[in-house]
C-alpha cells in the first residue's frame, strides 16, 4: 500500500516567498517549469508544523549540511579522516580543475550539493576551497558527454569529494530521470505522479527533491505532517469512520486521507469527512466505477481528491488516469530508481 508539490520552477536567482534571492541550496529546480513548487502545497493538505521547516522548492541547507558530514564520515572516518591513496599521492596545494559529466541520458537533480561537499572536505583538511560553477539546472534533461559542472581547486579537495559527490548526485538524478517518464506518460491527462514515504533513510529530503525536479509531486514528507487512515488503522478503531473521528479528536490540525479498498469502503470515507482518498490496488473498471461513485457525490460533499496506488506501471499510466484519478502514487520511484550514470574527470593539474 502506497502513499504533492509541483513541477520546477526556474533555477537561480529566483525570489523566495520571503522576498530574499535563492541561490545554491536555496534555488529551485529548473527547466520545464510550471508552478512554483514552493507555492504548490502537498498533495492533499496546505500546511506543514512549524517544526519542520523547508526551503520552497528546494534542499534545506542545514539538512544538507548534516546528510553531506554523515557521508563523508562513511567515506573519511570520523572527523577529519583521511583518504590514505589521495594524501599520500597528491601534494595539498595542487591545483586542478575536475568536469561533472553524465555517462547517460537523464535528468538532473542534486548539483547544488556538489558545492557542500567539496567545501566540508577543504574544511576538514585545511585546504583552499574549491569553486564549483554549476553548468546544467537541476530539473534539466541532459545528454551523455554533458559537463554539468566544472570544479577547480586543490586537486585532493577534488579526489576526497569524488564519490561522496557522485553518491548523492546520481542517486538523486536517478530518482528525477525515473520520475520524468511517469510525469511524460502523463502529460496531458490531467493526473499527477505522487511518491510515497519509501525512501532511503537520511535521504527523504533529497529523494523527495528530485521527484518534484523530474515532474513528480510530493506527498506526506513523514507521519507527522498528514493522516493517512489505512487497513490496519480500521481495524485498531473498528470502522472507518472511527478512524477518521480518532485522528481529527486528537490531531485537529491535520488533513485526513483514507485508503480504500472497495467502493463502500470509499463512501463510507467520504460520509466520514474524509476528502482524500487512496483507492488501493483497484482493477482498472473497478476504480472507474468507484470513481464514478465517488464524484457523483462531489455535489453534496465537495471536491475530493482521488489517488490510484498500488502495483501500478507505466504502460498502465494513461489507463488509470482515463479513470479520473488525480494522482497515481508510486513507490518506485524512490525505492527501485537506478542511478543515473555520472563520473568526475579529472581534466586539468597544475
Given at each position: ?19 530574499r ?50 557521508a ?43 558545492a ?41 579537495v ?31 491527462t ?17 529523494e ?18 498528514v ?38 469502503q ?57 479513470t ?27
Amino acid at each position: 500500500m502506497t502513499e504533492s508539490r509541483a513541477r520546477p520552477s526556474n533555477h537561480g536567482t529566483t525570489d523566495r516567498p520571503d522576498g530574499r534571492p535563492a541561490t545554491g541550496l536555496d534555488a529551485r529546480p529548473g527547466a520545464r517549469a510550471e508552478p512554483d513548487p514552493g507555492a504548490t502545497p502537498v498533495a492533499g493538505r496546505g500546511r506543514r508544523p512549524p517544526t519542520a521547516p523547508v526551503v520552497p522548492g528546494g534542499l534545506d541547507p542545514a539538512w544538507a549540511a548534516r546528510t553531506v558530514a554523515v557521508a563523508l564520515d562513511e567515506d573519511l572516518g570520523p572527523a577529519p579522516g583521511r583518504d590514505v591513496t589521495t594524501q599520500a599521492t597528491v601534494a595539498p596545494r595542487e591545483p586542478g580543475v575536475a568536469h561533472l559529466v553524465a555517462r547517460a541520458p537523464g535528468v538532473v537533480a542534486g548539483l547544488p550539493l556538489v558545492a557542500e561537499v567539496v567545501g566540508q572536505v577543504a574544511r576538514r583538511f585545511g585546504l583552499e576551497p574549491a569553486g564549483v560553477e554549476v553548468l546544467i539546472p537541476d530539473g534539466v534533461a541532459v545528454a551523455p558527454g554533458e559537463v554539468l559542472a566544472v570544479l577547480r581547486g586543490p586537486v585532493q579537495v577534488l579526489l576526497i569529494s569524488e564519490r561522496t559527490v557522485l553518491n548523492l548526485v546520481s542517486r538523486a538524478s536517478g530518482v528525477a530521470t525515473h520520475t520524468r517518464r511517469w510525469a511524460d506518460a502523463l502529460d496531458g491527462t490531467g493526473a499527477r505522479v505522487l511518491d510515497t514515504r519509501k525512501t532511503t533513510p537520511g535521504l527523504r529530503e533529497l529523494e523527495k527533491y528530485a521527484v518534484r525536479c523530474g515532474g513528480g509531486t510530493n506527498k506526506r514528507m513523514g507521519l507527522y505532517d498528514v493522516a493517512m487512515v489505512k487497513d490496519n488503522h480500521v481495524v485498531a478503531a473498528g470502522s472507518v469512520s472511527a478512524a477518521v473521528a480518532a485522528v481529527r479528536a486528537h490531531f485537529p490540525d491535520v488533513d485526513v486521507q483514507v485508503e480504500a479498498d472497495t467502493r463502500d469502503q470509499a463512501l463510507e470515507a467520504l460520509d466520514a469527512g474524509a476528502r482524500f482518498l487512496l483507492l488501493d490496488n483497484m482493477a482498472t473498471g473497478v476504480l472507474t466505477d468507484v470513481v464514478a461513485a465517488v464524484r457523483a457525490r462531489e455535489g453534496e460533499v465537495g471536491r475530493v481528491e482521488l489517488e490510484a496506488t498500488g502495483n501500478l506501471t507505466l504502460d498502465r499510466a494513461r489507463e488509470v488516469a482515463a479513470t479520473g484519478v488525480d494522482y497515481l502514487s508510486v513507490g518506485g520511484l524512490t525505492h527501485s530508481s537506478p542511478i543515473l550514470d555520472l563520473a568526475l574527470d579529472l581534466v586539468a593539474r597544475g
